[in-house]
């Protein structure tokens, strides 16, 4: 069984901070990992993903996610946080990239000015 | 390209009433998603389907929901009948089935309140 563990359900930063979203994971097999945002009364955007290729994932909007095996962890980071990044970011686990998709409780990003 | 639709957006209903959730995945998907997304939660599957067949449909409460997907494109979520737990957000997902590269996208949900 797989399952998400990600460490606070808030995180609150200053614009132009960074942003340290944190993942851990457990899986019995090498796993897919993905990091999906949702923004208020909309669905979840895929933000990047991890498919046993480079350890350093980039994804959209400034954001990347290192898989580390050693520490089960892939924490999703940014540099400068804008406002714009407040939202609930959620960490996912498969154990393929085409099977269900085991979601964390998701970190809700607060950014102020 | 449309990505995928849910609707109705919103829908308030009393307990023991029927509701259904209607969801057209993004053009040429063959893999179509339900997932419940309780308040402060992640999402966990309902229900997944390749095509016309539900291959995973194992989180399905079968004593009130029921899902279909006709002709392997739209497909509709029915509760019958609605308990006050059942308040939540149903989201629609929609994948090309393509393997290791293989991506979900997400509609904008339907958010159910039961009164």
């Known amino acids: 069984a797989q399952s998400v563990t990600q460490l606070g359900s808030h995180v609150s930063v200053s614009e132009g901070a960074l942003v340290l979203l944190r993942c851990n994971y457990s899986s019995s097999v090498p796993p897919y990992l993905f990091w999906y945002v949702q923004y208020p009364n909309q669905g979840l955007q895929l933000l990047l993903k991890y498919t046993s290729a480079a350890t350093l994932v980039k994804g959209i909007n400034g954001f990347e996610a290192e898989f580390k095996k050693s520490e089960t962890s892939f924490h999703l980071t940014k540099p400068s946080a804008h406002m714009s990044d407040a939202a609930e970011y959620f960490c996912?686990?498969?154990?393929?990239?085409?099977?269900?998709?085991?979601f964390g409780k998701g970190t809700m990003l607060l950014v102020s000015p | 390209e449309a990505g995928v639709v849910q609707s109705p957006r919103y829908k308030i209903i009393e307990k023991k009433q029927p509701v259904a959730f209607w969801c057209n995945p993004i053009?040429?998907?063959?893999?179509l998603y339900w997932y419940l997304q309780n308040l402060g939660q992640g999402p966990e599957l309902l229900i997944r389907y390749e095509n016309e067949e539900a291959v995973d449909d194992s989180q399905l409460p079968k004593d009130r929901f029921s899902a279909e997907r006709l002709k392997g494109v739209d497909s509709t979520l029915k509760i019958q009948p609605a308990e006050l737990g059942d308040s939540a957000v149903y989201l629609c997902a929609s994948s090309a089935g393509t393997g290791e590269t293989d991506t979900q996208y997400f509609g904008p949900g339907t958010r159910l309140t039961v009164l």
């Open positions: 996912a686990v498969s154990d393929s990239g085409y099977s269900t998709l085991t």
């Open positions: 053009s040429g998907h063959n893999t």
